[in-house]
């Protein structure tokens, strides 16, 4: 059989998409890559994101490069997936010629059927895991009822859809037995889990399950929305030691006037107490969430605002990205696109530079303390790893000097931090 190199774009949705389709594949025959430097195999699926602008320029431009690469005859077929397809599949289609398969965000492992047909073994459940085996993202649920004016994931992806429980705690104990130790739950409204299903929402329940699967070391929650949150979760994040004080929660504005025209049915007053709450009933919770600056109508006043709230919340960790100009979605059609780019920047910059003055002094508080580390790898003359505020790739890491110890990839040690930049934290196991 063939090998098939797979390119993952986006998310880490979209990753577990490919992960799937990647054991799905071996399953019946292929031998799978996944981001080679290199790219060896005869067929290439590239896993697309359609959700901004550059990450539109950064899929368009790889199907480019690899369509040219089957011109030349470097690669025998150049299939593409993801939520690009899904959103421009028509004309994408004529645009690119040489790309012998579309699918979408749901109908990917149609390729499987045809490339060799329909005798093919469903294996469903199996997944090629991507990441270091001691960790891996958990989808439980696709789609988002949200609609929130400027994001167009509503569009691609449709309404939300909750996995069954039984299906993925199942696929806890799989992973569990397959050496994997810690869960980065993902989702795109993490805490509307089950509402699709009876109405209500049962992530606190799904996660203290969790909790209970003998050999789950960590459980770090992702994409949480601020409207109607269900307070259970933070009794289960107090009494279960494996689920980590780690909440990212996006809120996006702090301006009453701007959380209004985004659609986001919360307010400023709700959002603050939101906070102290949170802070309140999970003592040393690391809160990562995502701002926006520049949409459509914001004023110095609103962005003022925006900037006490970041001094004020003193996030533990937090993005920011300036507003673009999504076709489709109701500030497109709605609003006019009226703050200058060259200020939409100006307002990041500052946003960002207060930001990292907030996460220099937190992570600074952090010296001379004893954190348990999870090690991911060893670079040169140092062991990268992480605490339980960290979630991989977005996160600080801890370095640890090889000559240190002989640490254990995958393994957890207590380390004492010793110094801390920026974004990294530096650390001994000599206690």
């Known amino acids: 059989m063939k090998t098939i190199d797979f390119i993952s774009l986006g998310c880490s949705k979209n990753l577990v998409d490919s992960e799937m389709l990647m054991g799905l594949m071996e399953a019946n025959g292929y031998q799978c890559t996944h981001d080679s430097d290199a790219t060896h195999g005869e067929i290439v699926v590239i896993n697309t994101c359609g959700f901004i602008n550059d990450a539109k320029e950064e899929s368009i431009n790889t199907i480019l490069e690899f369509a040219q690469a089957k011109t030349e005859g470097r690669i025998e077929g150049l299939y593409v997936m993801g939520c690009l397809s899904e959103r421009y599949l028509a004309e994408l289609e004529q645009e690119i010629p040489e790309v012998d398969g579309w699918y979408g965000k749901f109908n990917y492992k149609q390729l499987l059927n045809d490339l060799k047909g329909e005798n093919y073994q469903a294996c469903e459940g199996k997944r090629h895991i991507t990441t270091p085996r001691h960790y891996a993202y958990l989808k439980i649920s696709e789609g988002c009822d949200r609609h929130c004016a400027y994001c167009a994931i509503p569009l691609i992806t449709g309404r939300h859809q909750s996995r069954p429980m039984d299906e993925i705690l199942d696929e806890v104990r799989q992973l569990v037995k397959g050496g994997t130790k810690e869960f980065q739950v993902i989702a795109q409204e993490l805490t509307y889990y089950g509402i699709d299903i009876d109405g209500k929402q049962h992530i606190a329940e799904l996660i203290e399950q969790m909790a209970d699967i003998e050999g789950v070391e960590w459980i770090r929650l992702h994409y949480a929305y601020p409207t109607h949150f269900p307070w ?200």
């Not at 696109?337 to 910059?349: F, G, I, N, T, Y």
């Open 232 to 431: 259970e979760l933070l009794r289960v994040m107090r009494e279960k030691n494996n689920v980590c004080n780690y909440l990212d929660i996006a809120l996006q504005h702090i301006s009453d006037r701007m959380l209004a025209r985004m659609q986001r049915h919360v307010t400023r007053e709700e959002t603050y107490e939101l906070i102290r709450r949170l802070r309140d009933e999970v003592p040393g919770i690391h809160l990562r969430t995502t701002l926006m600056v520049g949409f459509p109508g914001e004023t110095e006043e609103d962005f003022r605002e925006l900037l006490e709230f970041t001094k004020w919340a003193r996030f533990e960790r937090m993005g920011a990205f300036a507003y673009s100009n999504e076709e489709g979605t109701y500030s497109a059609s709605h609003y006019v696109d009226d703050v200058p780019s060259e200020v939409k920047q100006q307002r990041l910059d500052k946003l960002m530079r207060v930001q990292q003055n907030i996460s220099a002094e937190i992570e600074a508080g952090k010296i001379g303390e004893i954190l348990r580390v999870i090690i991911d790898r060893q670079e040169g003359d140092w062991y990268v790893g992480r605490t339980e505020f960290c979630s991989p790739e977005v996160d600080p890491e801890v370095l640890i000097p090889v000559t240190d110890a002989n640490l254990t990839i995958g393994e957890f040690y207590d380390a004492c931090i010793t110094d801390a930049e920026e974004f990294d934290l530096y650390a001994t196991t000599r206690l």
